[in-house]
């Protein structure tokens, strides 16, 4: 058991893969489902194979994301899951697009393909075909499709005090952000359970970190080769971990909770 400092420090939702997080106070999980709205569109890249009709798990490459576009750090997209209406910013430029409409899709997906200057011979596709999610771990198994990830501060922490730098946690792009446990702690308790109010999470899993946690998320530029410095620095390239609900319940901004082992 941990002592009574662990507590939640952010909660985030990813309506739009690859794109700007949604802040939240709070949260309803359910049972072995992933955080309400979260990732449930993106846009598909050409020749990507994806089928909304026949959704199935694809890797993340094969959409557009940080992996391979730095440049998505420097938009600032907003996301209405009730209207469905869609909001780009980038530098002076706001477009606004309603989302329910194909033809309002092509735009938004043809202004993403300018902007970005993505090389893909032409724009991608703005697709979704709920309950189906665009996590990046949906190709392991259906279970980790609904996977929610957490991010430990005080790991990040720990590894700026290693390089000498400072490491945004937003990099990450976690959906629950925690404070109080030790540093790297959640790595070696597998199969543990972390408990917040009502909300059991059982960890699934490390979460192995890739090119994308190389942009900063306020320059939007390559400034760290994060998971060479984790393996440089601990021997593997793992910051967070992946959980499942265990159990349902309300989360909040601040709730204190305990890692039972």
Do not use: W
Request: overall charge neutral; charged content about 25%.
């Amino acid at each position: 058991m941990t002592d009574g400092n662990l507590r939640i420090v952010e909660l985030n939702r990813y309506p739009v893969k690859g794109l700007s997080a949604e802040t939240m106070d709070r949260m309803i999980l359910s049972a072995g489902e992933g955080i309400p709205g979260d990732r449930l569109f993106g846009f598909a890249r050409y020749n990507s194979g994806f089928d909304p009709q026949d959704p199935q798990p694809l890797p993340k490459d094969r959409f557009v994301v940080l992996l391979k576009e730095a440049g998505l750090a420097g938009l600032k997209t907003r996301f209405d899951a009730a209207t469905h209406a869609f909001e780009i910013a980038s530098g002076g430029t706001v477009r606004q697009f309603d989302t329910n409409d194909p033809e309002a899709r092509l735009e938004a997906a043809q202004f993403l393909h300018e902007t970005l200057q993505l090389s893909d011979p032409e724009p991608p596709a703005f697709v979704s075909s709920a309950p189906h999610r665009f996590t990046d771990v949906s190709v392991v198994s259906p279970q980790m499709m609904s996977a929610i990830s957490v991010l430990n501060l005080a790991s990040v922490r720990d590894m700026e005090s290693r390089i000498g730098a400072r490491i945004h946690p937003a990099r990450f792009r976690a959906n629950i952000v925690i404070d109080g446990l030790p540093p790297f702690a959640e790595l070696d308790a597998i199969g543990s359970v972390l408990s917040f109010g009502d909300v059991s999470l059982r960890i699934l899993s490390r979460t192995k970190r890739c090119a994308a946690t190389e942009v900063n998320p306020e320059t939007a530029e390559r400034d760290l080769k994060i998971p060479y410095l984790l393996r440089k620095h601990l021997g593997h390239m793992d910051m967070g971990v992946y959980v499942e609900v265990a159990h349902a319940g309300k989360l909040r901004l601040g709730l204190k909770g305990k890692l039972s082992v």
